[in-house]
């Protein structure tokens, strides 16, 4: 049997980044779990988030099959990149459901992964949320993506500070992506300049970086990734 080089969870490992990461990490003989609404066939351990439950029964569930999978092992990793999107200002007739939606998709699941990285996450280890560089400012044409998103960037700069609950010298940061260039957003914006769009190989590989304590940012920091002639810079905001 191949030694576990490392162990890394995946929280929103099904979708496009869940899946490039995925794909990374396996490749480098890691163990990978995917936390997700669907398998993830690459993963080693899948865990199926029940849409239904509230909060905190999310929480427990989730928990207690980290608990049984990990069988006292600890993760060296959890990357969080579960999230979605939605528009709409004030006015609009799905302001308040797009508003709880947005805040479900990247709230609930940036938290649960942080209570995760409380209970299970290695000294020295790294959580990596993922804000959004719309909110460092206002987000009037998708105010309940923004809200959300702003309030993932708070978690992350209290996660980061000390007497968070953190393990000794953890990482907590978040990317700010523009856009991620996805099959989804190919296929919704047929017209963008995709030269300004992240890959999802560059973003894995950061991550993969950060677990080999290779070019780790400082703790609590806001990565704007910014893309240009298909370049990417990192930019601290």
Not at 143 to 160: C, E, F, P, R
Request: aromatic share 8%.
């Amino acid at each position: 049997m191949e030694a576990i080089l490392g162990r890394v969870f995946v929280y929103g490992g099904k979708g496009a980044l869940g899946s490039a990461c995925i794909s990374k990490f396996k490749s480098k003989s890691w163990w990978v779990g995917c936390i997700d609404m669907k398998a993830n066939e690459q993963a080693d351990a899948n865990i199926i988030v029940k849409s239904d439950n509230n909060w905190q029964e999310q929480e427990a569930d989730i928990l207690q099959q980290v608990t049984n999978i990990l069988k006292g092992n600890k993760l060296d990793a959890i990357i969080c990149v579960a999230g979605g999107w939605a528009g709409g200002n004030a006015a609009h007739k799905d302001f308040v459901k797009n508003s709880e939606l947005m805040w479900k998709q990247s709230v609930w699941s940036s938290v649960i992964a942080a209570s995760i990285a409380a209970h299970h996450l290695k000294e020295g280890g790294f959580l990596s949320l993922t804000g959004a560089k719309a909110a460092l400012a206002g987000t009037p044409g998708m105010i309940g993506y923004g809200m959300a998103k702003a309030a993932v960037h708070q978690l992350t700069k209290s996660l980061a500070t000390k007497d968070s609950g953190f393990p000794k010298d953890s990482l907590v940061v978040s990317i700010l992506p523009v856009t991620l260039d996805t099959p989804m957003n190919r296929k919704w914006m047929p017209n963008a300049d995709t030269s300004k769009w992240t890959s999802l190989e560059f973003v894995a590989d950061l991550f993969w970086k950060w677990s080999q304590n290779q070019e780790r940012p400082t703790n609590g920091s806001l990565l704007q990734l910014i893309t240009n002639n298909n370049k990417t810079e990192i930019i601290i905001a």
